[in-house]
């Protein structure tokens, strides 16, 4: 009796820390039900505000829209209503008062606007604006952050959870005899038997590891949502400016972002066949660090199903993260060796993308350590990044096989007779994977075209035919889909915010760096600036090269241009380059030598041309008090001392009247001027983060509330944004180079 004494005493606590772990899944799967299910009230209060407010600026006459009677609008008009939220703030006496209507009339017309309100709150997209900053969508915001954080801890434990979650509440019930020594003295001999089995696997699961991971994730889970829930309003708002992606997209995954696009757009227009085939791929995120859009989604299971294909996404979609999202789901299958052949120009923006979007190593295969980093990539495995060049002089083993290749800017290989594209098809012939990447619209360069296809699939390059360029873009892809998938912005982003800011790294050509070391030498900070873009050399530099990328993609898609420089000299060179890689691409040049009374007359003429135009202007000149919204993007060919000044030269794009989402690319050079700017004005984000919240070091260094450091006495002071006299900080950043170049330090002051 003893001994079945102790048993029942064992089996009860087996029962109990089963309970536990039943609790602790519960906690996993629950939280976030009851958080989404918050969401969508917050979602739809929102949603309601902005069809309200839109109803403030919404004509009369768009209540024509919802019903065909007689509204009687011209007597409204004529006694001064102008827009439907007059109708919706008046009262049925209101709109009597006017003559000519009578309560039939009103009792229509205050329908009539209802129903107007109820339609554009179906049709309108959740967007958080930080610039309106309402209660609701504070609220809505919170509940978002909420979630990303109990994400973000949970995840660990989500897929243990997740095979626990089905069984364990049923063994739970089969156990329970056990915990009772009588009932398992009365019981049948079957009942004993499945009681012992459901006991002997719940003592599996409970010591397992995996428990131990369920335990601590729930509890780390819940306290990262506490924590969010307390955040100040300041932090939450900061954090959303910062990560306004991972809440959109949070919010699109809950369905509360309003329409996502069409749902075959967002499938590329490919038959529903192939469009549900690869929606069934069952995608591994295991090894990603980014929340993926379902269109996203959709384009890395498309290129795993496919194994060799083209995505062609419009700019701004995320191709990057996509090839990433294949390029994580191979290696969680196996997959060790994974190559990536881009541009020179954007390079150091794939070792960035990889490291900070999935848990696979990037080792740059370029420049000094091109060799080192090589054989590091075939002993350890993980993503090498190289450039077009620089491929053909990778010491790969004879016959190495990478597990999955991604071309980037894929129409740089569309000769057949260059050695780059002869030197890429020889090392992805042997891969059993290649994603090509361009957001060149290919639909009208049916030749080009054909020609990246017969590295794909020979098969299907032979259907294509030049008289393919007249067919509509939908059949076009739809006839090439086995191997080309593109998504337009406006096929999938209904919410993308109004701007789309990017930071366009490139490494410095030799060329470059000697044209940089020499004015490093020289103490010339103006110099310095100019050279990461003016070489003085036949080399195209590596901003121009990425610039004329920018500016070919933006006349694929019809979009006009707008560049700005401190420097007239770059403003020539860019123009001439624009001009000599341009086909009859008319440019517009403008500087503080044009006559004030000349300038919107030159924008005037920019904007009035069809398509796709240039405008080069020195930031000085344009970027103040012109209004350029016919330009969808924007270039900055180097980082200015006063960030205020990059503020509003965007902002003479960005502003009412603007028809398309304006897209900022920002050139910058790595271990250049251009970082050491950023780290000093506009990089201020580490600092404001160590010394905004309550701590130590902001109550003891008084420095830490100093407004200079954040730019709030800039103008008082007579110092740039940073808090730093213009002298001191040119002096400060030639002084950091030298040193950092082995260059002896120079006594003279900066030339400027």
Known sequence: MARLALGTRAARKSIAAGRRLAESIRTLTAVPELLRARVLKQSDRVRGQLAYERMRTTPLADLRRVTSGNLRLHELERAGWSTVLDILRSGQEDLQRVHGIGPQSAEALRQAADDLLTRTEQEIAVRIDPDLRTQDSEDLLRTLRMLLEFGRASGPADSAAAGLAPVLPQTLHRAKPAGSWWRMLLARAGTRKSATTALGDLRTWVDSPATTLIHKSATSAVGAARRAERLSAKRLWSDFQRNAAAYTTLLTEIGRAGPDGDARAARGFVPDELADEAGGVDLDTSLLSVRLRAYQAFGAKFALLQRRCVLGDEMGLGKTVQAIAVLAHTASRGGRHFLVVCPASVLVNWIAEVSCHSALAAHQAHGASRDAATARWIKEGGVAVTTFETLRRLPLPAGFRPDYVVVDEAHYIKNPQAQRTQTVNAVAERAPGVLMMTGTPLENRVEEFRDLV??????????????????????????????????????????LPESLELEDWVVLAD??????????????????????????????????????????????????????????????EVDDAVLAAGDGVKTFQLSGRVPAAERQRMVDEFSAIDGHAVLISQITA??????????????LTEPQLKPTIEQQAIARCHRMGQTRRVRVHRLLAKDTVDERLLEILGGKSALIAAYARESDAKKLDPAAVDGRLTGERADAAGTDAGGIGEGNLKQRIIAAERQRLGLPSGASRAQT
């Open 454 to 495: 017969s590295y794909l699939d020979p098969t299907v390059a032979d259907t294509i035919t030049v008289s393919d360029g007249m067919l509509p873009a939908r059949d076009f892809r739809s006839k090439v889909a086995p191997v080309y998938l593109r998504r337009n912005q406006e096929d999938v982003l209904a919410e």
């Open 622 to 635: 344009g970027g103040v008090g012109l209004n350029i919204q016919a330009a969808s993007v924007v270039i």
């Open 511 to 572: 060329a470059d760096e000697q044209a940089y070391s020499a004015a490093v030498g020289a103490g010339n900070f103006a110099g310095m600036r100019r050279a990461t873009v003016i070489n003085r050399t036949a080399v195209m530099s590596a901003k121009l090269e990425r610039l004329l990328e920018i500016v070919e993609e933006s006349a694929a898609s019809g979009w006009k241009v707008v560049i700005f420089s401190f420097f007239l000299d770059v403003l020539s």
